[in-house]
């Protein structure tokens, strides 16, 4: 009896340790943080988070959060969002497979956080506001969205280095 209660605390330390290395290896550490400018506006922050700061962006998990100080209504994120996919991925591009994702923007407060997460172990790319879920795609190519802000023709070419300062494209 007591060797099987020791095999059990025993297997269930390895499950733990094996799940918290998974948990840290996949832990994602603050890059930089930036001001998001719209039309010479400082309308809020984003701030980059990545596996590795130093590694390229599109080969591993990253998020960004983008904390807004002025509202914003919805159909402007929806038509940049658009906008800049088809500029970076290319008129050939199935960019459609991010609707799923753009459609799901709401309208913006004061105060309001957007997150954007992709996950590279399950190619899962997630959008929730205040912390409540909104939308997720799972897709090889699912961390292209994050092209609208690090693609050829970001956004806001000073926001894109800015967030990747000292880093690789």
């Not at 399950?122 to 802000?149: D, G, V």
């Amino acid at each position: 009896m007591a060797i099987t209660i020791q095999k059990k605390q025993l297997i269930c330390g390895m499950v733990f340790m094996g799940v918290s290395s998974m948990i840290w290896a996949n832990t994602l550490h603050k890059c930089s943080t930036a001001p998001i400018e719209v039309t010479r506006q400082i309308v809020g922050q984003a701030t980059y988070f990545a596996e590795n700061c130093a590694q390229v962006w599109s080969e591993q998990s990253i998020r960004i959060d983008f904390d807004y100080s002025r509202a914003i209504p919805e159909w402007a994120l929806k038509r940049a969002a658009t906008h800049f996919l088809s500029k970076n991925l290319g008129k050939n591009s199935n960019y459609a497979v991010f609707n799923s994702i753009t459609q799901h923007y709401l309208p913006i407060k004061a105060g309001d956080r957007y997150r954007l997460t992709y996950t590279k172990a399950s190619q899962t790319l997630t959008l929730s506001m205040n912390q409540q879920f909104l939308a997720e795609i799972r897709h090889p190519q699912a961390n292209q969205y994050f092209q609208i802000w690090f693609g050829a023709t970001p956004f806001s070419v000073k926001l894109k280095q800015q967030l990747l300062i000292n880093r690789k494209y």
